[in-house]
């Protein structure tokens, strides 16, 4: 058993629900906060068996997309003072593949 901890932009998070409705991947959905851009994220928990963990990383990377943004940089996450908007990557997906010692379901 594997516990994928998947963190999303929140514009992906809707698209990538259903994909799990769809394939029947249960999830729990966390509505979270970056720490360098601020923006929203959101954070996916799944309990997956081993030999499942690639299907449930294939959905999430095909409903994940990155893309190029600008955004205006928080001066209390960067310590920057800036004016003038920055143009970064957002979207995609960060994957934790963590391996799980114990699962109950009551």
Not at 87 to 99: E, R
Request: glycine residues 8%; charged residues 25%.
């Amino acid at each position: 058993m594997k516990l994928v901890i998947a963190i999303v932009q929140k514009d992906d998070s809707n698209r990538l629900q259903r994909a799990f409705i769809e394939n029947n991947v249960r999830a729990t959905k966390l509505s979270t906060t970056g720490g360098f851009l601020s923006e929203g994220n959101t954070t996916f928990l799944i309990g997956i068996e081993d030999e499942k963990v690639q299907d449930v990383l294939d959905i999430i990377k095909e409903k994940s997309e990155a893309r190029e943004g600008f955004i205006q940089p928080n001066p209390l996450s960067t310590g920057l003072e800036m004016n003038q908007p920055v143009k970064v990557t957002i979207g995609g997906a960060t994957c934790f593949v963590v391996s799980v010692d114990e699962f109950k379901r009551f």
